[in-house]
């Protein structure tokens, strides 16, 4: 059902957030653990509820007597559809007048299992909805939650810890090498033969305020409208080494640089509930200075284990040069390779260009 492939992506590390409990909620008591007798996911699911194979198009459907139902779909993932055309396919059929889903709530980015996921709510006749799509190298995966729109945030938690405790199957785990590989040429920095292709390739959309260049051998997708990602293609050794840029708006946010203290702190605490063995290795203020642009934001190097995998992530956060929103780089990598694309991740970070306030005001 779902493209190309949501893998470890680096920027999405910071929004481990979506999957994460309250602290004011407590974790349900595990209960049965569900594996596809083909696929060999698992699933583990909270005590009491009851777990249903429907059939068809649904793998499993867990009921609760507290009022939500989820339901999980997977299929084999296709090379040519992108994880946000997925949820585009989905809301064609579901969201809608004389839908299910009458209309959008919101979307994010969320990490479940090391995967990137893109996350919707919807809403309709008295119900709320949460779903939740991310794919590997072999399946896609596709987790729709449902209870009563009064219930819906006392419940949803308990959605959340389902998404914790899912594991991939083991052709969409990421591969782990007998030794780092030796570090490769950087095409970027060599010039093109007559004839050849472009040695780099561009991004650019005047909403989001910004530019940026990438190798052309990476790949560049939209989980959402307010984040890109970019990676190795599939089947080659960058696959999971990845580098995003995600446009963040806290809702207290008054100004820029207030929402870039926010998401820092955000970012900082999702680590430390999500993840374990965090290690900030380095912290400090990040000068961004670029055609007249000057931004002053901060930086940190982080070192951590999601599941069994060490993975190992720089990220940028500086405030827009207008309006309430803070810009979040990140460069992500399985720790044993982070250093084999660092001069990728640095050549991309170096070609960003972030818009002039009357640049982008002339364009709107």
């Known amino acids: 059902m779902i493209g190309r492939t949501a893998r470890t992506w680096g920027g999405a590390l910071l929004l481990l957030a979506s999957a994460v409990l309250s602290e004011a909620q407590a974790a349900p008591a595990p209960g049965q653990v569900y594996e596809h007798p083909q696929r060999k996911y698992t699933v583990t699911v909270p005590a009491g509820v009851r777990i249903r194979e429907p059939g068809d198009t649904v793998d499993i459907a867990i009921d ?97 810890w389902i998404l914790n405790a899912f594991r991939l199957a083991p052709g969409d785990m990421p591969p782990t090498p007998a ?32 530019a940026i260049e990438y190798d052309p051998e990476w790949v560049l997708e939209r989980p959402t409208a307010e984040a890109i990602m970019l990676s190795g293609a599939e ?86 040069p207008e309006g309430k929103v803070a810009y979040i780089w990140s460069y992500r990598a399985p720790a044993d390779q982070f250093a084999r694309y660092m001069k990728t991740a640095e050549r991309i970070l170096a070609s960003w260009a972030i818009a002039k306030p009357e640049q982008s005001a002339q364009r709107r």
Do not use: C
């Open 64 to 160: 609760s007597d507290k009022g939500y139902g989820v339901i999980l779909q997977t299929t084999d993932a296709g090379p040519d559809t992108t994880i946000s055309e997925t949820a585009a396919t989905l809301e064609s059929a579901y969201l809608g007048p004389g839908k299910p889903w009458e209309r959008k709530i919101g979307q994010e980015v969320l990490l479940i299992a090391g995967m990137v996921a893109f996350s919707g709510q919807y809403e309709g006749e008295g119900a709320r909805y949460h779903v939740v799509i991310t794919r590997g190298p072999v399946n896609t995966y596709t987790f729709i939650f449902r209870a009563r729109s009064e219930a819906f945030d006392k419940l949803n938690p308990e959605f959340h």
């Open 235 to 320: 089947g080659t050794d960058a696959f999971y080494a990845t580098v995003s840029i995600q446009n963040v708006t806290p809702p207290d946010a008054e100004t820029a640089v207030q929402a870039a203290s926010m998401a820092m702190d955000q970012i900082r605490t999702q680590f430390e509930k999500q993840a374990k063995d965090v290690d900030f290795e380095r912290q400090g203020p990040y000068i961004y200075k670029k055609d007249d642009v000057f931004l002053l934001g901060q930086e940190f190097a982080v070192s951590y284990l999601q599941g069994k995998q060490a993975y190992r992530q720089w990220s940028v956060v500086v405030p827009r």
């Open 179 to 210: 030794a780092p590989a030796p570090v490769q040429p950087t095409p970027a920095t060599e010039q093109a033969a007559p004839g050849a292709g472009p040695t780099v390739r561009r991004f650019a959309e005047h909403r989001l305020g910004y």
